[in-house]
């Protein structure tokens, strides 16, 4: 089971994970690339997979968890999120405020307080 993590309503998931047109409204999520956010943030969920930074340790040092000749990257892509010794998937991606509201869909409601829809 993968979470999905999303700054905007998830709805027909079967379509999301199936349709890349669809996953274009949630640009702020563990949907899409950086490679789909081209041009329209500098920043995501999904980063390109660089082999020589994944870090091993405990949960991260299984055989072949991360080879690419026998994952493909998107597979890896994912993988480098989950700990397979704890089975915790971790996403971390870092927003500045424009983007949050720019880009994510956000707003501001009072002073120093976003929320995003």
Same mark, same amino acid.
């Given at each position: ?20 047109? $669809?996953?274009?409204?949630? /640009?702020?999520? +563990?949907?899409? @690339? ?8 500098? @920043? ?6 660089? $082999?020589?930074? /994944? ?11 991360? +080879? ?14 989950? +700990? ?9 991606? $870092? $927003?500045?405020? @424009? ?17 995003? +829809?």
């Amino acid at each position: 089971m993968l979470p999905l993590v999303s700054s905007m309503p998830l709805h027909n998931l079967h379509f999301l994970l199936s349709e890349s047109i $669809y996953r274009q409204q949630h /640009i702020c999520s +563990n949907l899409v @690339t950086l490679k789909d956010l081209q041009g329209v943030s500098e @920043t995501g969920f999904l980063d390109d997979v660089q $082999y020589d930074s /994944i870090s091993l340790g405990p949960g991260y040092d299984r055989p072949y968890q991360f +080879n690419p000749s026998v994952r493909e990257a998107k597979s890896i892509q994912l993988y480098k999120h989950l +700990n397979l010794k704890s089975c915790i998937w971790t996403f971390d991606a $870092y $927003y500045d405020m @424009t983007e949050l509201i720019d880009v994510c869909g956000g707003s501001v409601t009072a002073d120093f307080q976003v929320r995003c +829809n």
